[in-house]
T-cell receptor
Framework: EAQVTQNPRYLITVTGKKLTVTCSQN?????MSWYRQDPGLGLRQIYY???????DKGDVPEGYKVSRKEKRNFPLILESPSPNQTSLYFC????????????FGSGTRLTVV | KNQVEQSPQSLIILEGKNCTLQ??????????LRWYKQDTGRGPVSLTI?????NTKSNGRYTATLDADTKQSSLHITASQLSDSASYIC????????????FGTGTRLQVTL
């Protein structure tokens, strides 16, 4: 089944403790992206990647890192999480020409206390 | 600044009734417009995607329209079902690649008995 898999689905952590949210897709998509979704706001892009070893900042990159060492994986790294990073995170993938729309993962609900 | 505005913010309708959701955008240059359905706590799922030259596109009981001149789109849901209860998000792509999307904040639809 074609899908984007995020792990974990839920995560509670403490301020300053490094964490990684994994994202993997099995559709051979070139493009992958991370978003966060907060109440009353639309999805906001954190980072995106056009292909392996090619990443760029989105609208809200502060406090996040990403890497794209393999085509299928695009982990999101929070080196020193803070409470304002408490949010619902989504990974998405798509083709370069984006003719079919994105495929989104099921989301990761992160709480930083 | 590119913006996507959706109305209404929320809507309650009786099962079996029709409804229309609106999307206005200022994104330029325009590439395509998508409608996504997002169940609570889940990732968005693509309903339709329309390019500049397409005026209407259907997906089952969902019909999207696009007026690129007035920069407006609508999503019409026919014979609503309880399972249509979700948020509907309008997303506009700025360029010919997958990299830059602007998300609306969504319309929350509740279908009741």
């Amino acid at each position: 089944e074609a899908q984007v898999t995020q792990n974990p689905r839920y995560l509670i952590t403490v301020t300053g403790k490094k964490l990684t949210v994994t994202c993997s897709q099995n559709m051979n998509h070139e493009y992958m992206s991370w978003y966060r979704q907060d109440p009353g706001l639309g999805l906001r892009q954190i980072y995106y990647s056009m292909n392996v070893e090619v990443t760029d900042k989105g609208d809200v990159p502060e406090g996040y890192k990403v890497s794209r060492k393999e085509k299928r994986n695009f982990p999101l790294i929070l080196e020193s999480p803070s409470p304002n990073q408490t949010s619902l995170y989504f990974c998405a993938s798509g083709t370069y020409r984006d003719t079919l729309g994105y495929t989104f993962g099921s989301g990761t609900r992160l709480t930083v206390v | 600044k590119n913006q996507v505005e959706q109305s209404p913010q929320s809507l309650i309708i009786l099962e079996g009734k029709n409804c229309t959701l609106q999307c206005n955008y200022t994104v330029s240059p325009f590439s395509n417009l998508r409608w996504y359905k997002q169940d609570t706590g889940r990732g968005p799922v693509s309903l339709t995607i329309m390019t500049f030259s397409e005026n209407t596109k259907s997906n089952g009981r969902y019909t999207a329209t696009l007026d690129a001149d007035t920069k407006q789109s609508s999503l019409h849901i026919t014979a609503s079902q309880l399972s249509d209860s979700a948020s509907y998000i309008c997303v506009v792509s700025e360029s010919g690649t997958a990299s830059k999307l602007t998300f609306g904040t969504g319309t929350r639809l509740q279908v009741t008995l």
